[in-house]
Nanobody, 124 residues
Framework: VQLQAYGGGLVQAGGSLRLSCAAS????????VGWFRQAPGKEREFVAA????????TYVDSVKGRFIISRDNAKNTVYLQMNSLKFEDTGVYYC??????????????????WGQGTLVTVSS
C-alpha cells in the first residue's frame, strides 16, 4: 500500500482541519490505518487508528472528543477530522497502514507502510 497524506495547514487555536490519507493498492480495504504526529523536538506519537472495516477505533487520550478518524474504502481514503485544535496539536502528521484484519495497533513499529507527512500548525 502506498499512502499520501494531505490537508495540513495553518489554523488558529479552536479551529478545525480535515486530513486525508489517500491509498493506492488493492490491500487497502484489508488494512488498518493509523495517524501519528511528530512535534518539533519530540518523538513521533500515536494519534488515532481505525481497523480495516471501520468498526474499531482508538484515540490517544489527548485528542478524544476533538478528533474523529473515519474511512471510506470505496475511495481508498482515511480521514482525520480535527476540531477544537490546540497549539500542542502542532506537528507533522503521518498516516500509516498495517495489512490485516487484526485488532487496532497503536505502536508505529506495528505499521508497514507510511505516507509522507503533512504539516499542521496551530497558532495560539
Amino acid at each position: 500500500v502506498q499512502l499520501q497524506a494531505y490537508g495540513g495547514g495553518l489554523v488558529q487555536a479552536g479551529g478545525s482541519l480535515r486530513l486525508s490519507c489517500a491509498a493506492s493498492g488493492r490491500t487497502f480495504s484489508e488494512s488498518a490505518v493509523g495517524w501519528f504526529r511528530q512535534a518539533p523536538g519530540k518523538e513521533r506519537e500515536f494519534v488515532a487508528a481505525v481497523n480495516w472495516s471501520g468498526s474499531s477505533i482508538t484515540y490517544v487520550d489527548s485528542v478524544k472528543g476533538r478528533f474523529i478518524i473515519s474511512r471510506d474504502n470505496a475511495k481508498n481514503t482515511v480521514y482525520l477530522q480535527m476540531n477544537s485544535l490546540k497549539f500542542e496539536d502542532t506537528g507533522v502528521y503521518y498516516c500509516a497502514a498495517r495489512m490485516g484484519r487484526g485488532y487496532v495497533r497503536t505502536r508505529d513499529a506495528d505499521f508497514d507502510s507510511w505516507g509522507q507527512g503533512t504539516l499542521v500548525t496551530v497558532s495560539s
